[in-house]
Structure formats: C-alpha cells, structure tokens
DNA sequence: TGTACATCAGTGAACGCGCGTTCACTGATGTAC
DNA sequence: TGTACATCAGTGAACGCGCGTTCACTGATGTAC
C-alpha cells in the first residue's frame, strides 16, 4: 500500500503471503461464514501448518480487524471512483450496489450483523468518514426542492457527524436518508428476503434512487 | 400454543423445561451472538448435563430453527396487536421499531446475517406472508397521491409474493418501500453505525415514518 | 570470494478447551390389573 | 390398595473433532567483515 518501492525481498515476500492469507480468509468467510473463520483451516489449505501463520498476524482477531478494514477501504475506494468525474448521487448509488452484489460477505462484514464484544479500530472510522464525506459532495450537488422537515433542525444541531462539511441540513438529511433507504433494500436483498417474492430487486433499488434524486436523473 | 387443556402433567413439565432451555438460548445469544450458541453451555447454565437437552430436542440445529420460527411468530403477533384497532402504518411501524429494540438478538436472528446453510423452514415462510397482509392492509387504507412508477407496473406483473391480496400496484410497492425504508434505518442503527454521529435515531426513523405516509398523521 | 553470524520462515509436538452427539445405565413417575 | 410393568427424564463416560495459541527447534536466507 505504500512504499512499495524500498522494500527488501523478505519484505515483498512477507507482504505476499499476508495477501494470500487473506485472500484464502474472505473464501472461508464466503463459505462458512464470519464466525468459521479459523486460522488452523487456512493455514490447511494453503499447505502450511496452523502456528505458521503466527508470522503474519499476532491473533485471529487481528486478522478480522483487517479484514474490515479492507474491506472499509474497498468501498471508500469504489465511492471515490465514482464520483471522480464529479459528485454523482446515482453514480454513488449503482456503485454502492455493485460493490455489495460482486461480494456480499464483504458487505455484510461491514453491515452486517455486528460480532458481539468485537470493536472497530479508529482508522475504520476514519475510512467511514470519508465515505459519508463523498456521499454528502453528491448529495449537496443534488437539485434541493424537498420543504424542510422537524428532523432538520434536529440536524443542525447534531452535525459533529459531517466532519465540518458546509452542507446545509437538508442535505445532512437527504445523505442521511440516501443511505439508509438503500441499505433498507440492499441489506433485505443480500440477506435473502425478496427470494421466492418474484420481483427484481434491481428495479425496486433503482426506483428507491428516483425517489431520491428525482426521476429526471434517470 | 395448542391443546393446552388437556396436557398430562408429563406433557406439562415438558413444555415447561423446553420453553426454560429457550429462555436461556436467547439470553446466550444476547451475550454471545448467534454463531456461538451451545448445548453444552445451556445445560450447564441450568444445571443440568448435556446430553439431557437431547430429550427436548433433536439437534442444535432443531433449538435454533425453533428460536427463528418463534422470532418470525412474535413479530407476526405484535404486528396483529398494533392493527387490531384498524388498519395503521404508522402504528406498525412504532411497532415494528419497538419490537426490534426490545430484543435486538431476536430482530438480528431474522434480519441479520444469514448463517450459510441454513434453511428456513416452510412454516416461517408462512409467518412472513402473515406479516406482509398486515402491512398490506394498512398500506392500502393509506390515503395515495403518489404518481405510478415503472416500478409499479412490475409489481403489476410480478405479484405473487402479495398472496392474493387484492391491493393495486401502487399498494403493494408502497408496502415493499415502507419495509425496506424502515429497515434501513433501524438496521443500521441496531448495527451501532449510528453511535457517536450524534443525532438521534428515532427522529431519523420517524422522519422516514413521516416521508411514507404524509406528515398529516404526525 | 569466503567465512561467521544474525535474522526469520516454517515445523511438529503439545496444552487445554469446548463442542455435538451416542450410548448404556439409574431412578423416578405414571399405568394396568 | 397393592403389585408388576412400561415409560421416560436425566446421568456419566466416551468418541472424535477442531479450535487458538505456546514453545523449542530446524533450516534457509540475508548481512558484516
């Protein structure tokens, strides 16, 4: 991730098997979901014995750490990309999807249901800040017509959440809003509970988006 | 549930130490999340050896589908409760978030991350389709003003999962946006990904109660 | 270029643990005559 | 009311398993002179 360059090839190598560990980790997670995860089983099936991986990380849950954290990182990263042309709710919107459809236990560790006794590092928060960062550059770029509401006044006064971004509360509101009414689809969508229920999700996610931006955007 | 009249003192005591064995499954899954819920533990916690649970039931996995169907079940009833005075979205939507903070392990047992592997039995299916008319019914007393979408002419098409209910469109996908809208907050929410952006979730919740139905019932 | 030494990846044995589940058994509770 | 039998709750030992983690060790890779 950084100084790629001076590294030594004991470092290289180091940073090598750390990926493949952790490649190996999301296959496990996607099969026998986050609490399976066990570093014994990895090792196994990279052909090395359990203590091995001992080398490259200090405990099982260092290793979970940082696989939310990739994973935080991996979603900052897509956001960013898709409004790199400039701020773009629904760019945000279809980006946000496809990167929980191309790996959903990649999204559920992130929004999934929470590990008891398990706590973020700071970092992550930070990383998730950046995200609500990019959302609400999108939101504030956004046509503004909705009347205000009780919950934006309330906003105005609870905005230690926006980082000092000058958004004004409507748009605090409609992020806030974008997010969660997506992830209202998403979620219930990953989780399985429009199976059997003969519509496409796709549609019902795309016609949430409209109701978001207005259905000139599409 | 049924035949309660006529248990003999045998079928009694039974019912009793299987719904105990319950309790303190649930109480586990609070503190120890869902993954780690153990037979052995449980039958420690009441003092009793462990294979003695085996009279009660078949397999842990047999105790786990029996905590999701009594999930689906007390969801199923509070959503009755919060409509028996007449058909009343807002009602069940103070309902729905009610019911979710009062056990968040029971709401995450049915929302949350689905456990690989598991397969909800038919029954629970039937449940969900019980909760769906609820909400149907109050959707379709809701008073409509909203333009069609393109999404509502698939929800034309694609109606099976609203189980004869003889709603319009229009209903049915403000039913399936009432569910996922609400979802989303309270889902994040109960995920913690609200802690520490200050504002306060409930007003967020009811501002998208106040979004669906009008800010009129307010 | 060669030798002495330090670094470090990986191994195998071991520890203690808890799990789900089976099995043969004991002892109490209920039933039939 | 009393005896013989069937039912069934619960026990303790056992099986086999996989887990995270530690420890002393081997052997290869790099470094210093």
Redesign the pocket.
């Known amino acids: 991730m950084a100084d790629t360059g001076t590294q ?3 470092e290289r ?2 940073a090598q ?1 750390r990926a493949e560990i952790k490649e190996h980790a999301w296959e496990q997670l996607a099969t026998a979901g986050a609490s399976a ?5 990895i090792a ?1 099936r990279m ?6 991986l ?3 990380f200090a ?3 260092e290793l979970i750490t940082e696989l939310v954290r990739d994973a935080y990182q991996s979603l900052a990263d897509t956001f960013r990309a898709a409004a790199t042309p400039g701020p773009d709710a629904p760019a945000l919107a279809h980006a946000l999807r496809g990167w929980a459809l191309r790996d959903p236990h990649r999204y559920l560790l992130v929004y999934g249901t929470p590990v008891p006794g398990y706590q973020a590092p700071d970092d992550v928060t930070t990383i998730a800040r950046d995200i609500m960062a990019t959302l609400l550059d999108a939101c504030a770029a956004l046509p503004s017509d909705a009347p205000a509401t009780p919950f934006d006044s309330h906003l105005e006064e609870h905005r230690e959440w926006a980082d000092g971004h000058p958004a004004p509360p409507a748009v605090l509101h409609r992020a806030l809003t974008f997010w969660t009414r997506l992830h209202g689809t998403l979620s219930l969508e990953l989780a399985g509970h429009f199976t059997g229920m003969g519509f496409d999700p796709a549609l019902l996610y795309a016609a949430e988006l409209d109701a978001l931006t207005g259905p000139s955007t599409h």
Request: hydrophobic fraction near 25%.
């Open positions: 030594t090839p004991r190598y180091r098997v995860l066990s570093l014994n089983a196994k052909g090395m014995s359990g203590p091995a001992y080398r490259y405990s099982r849950d």
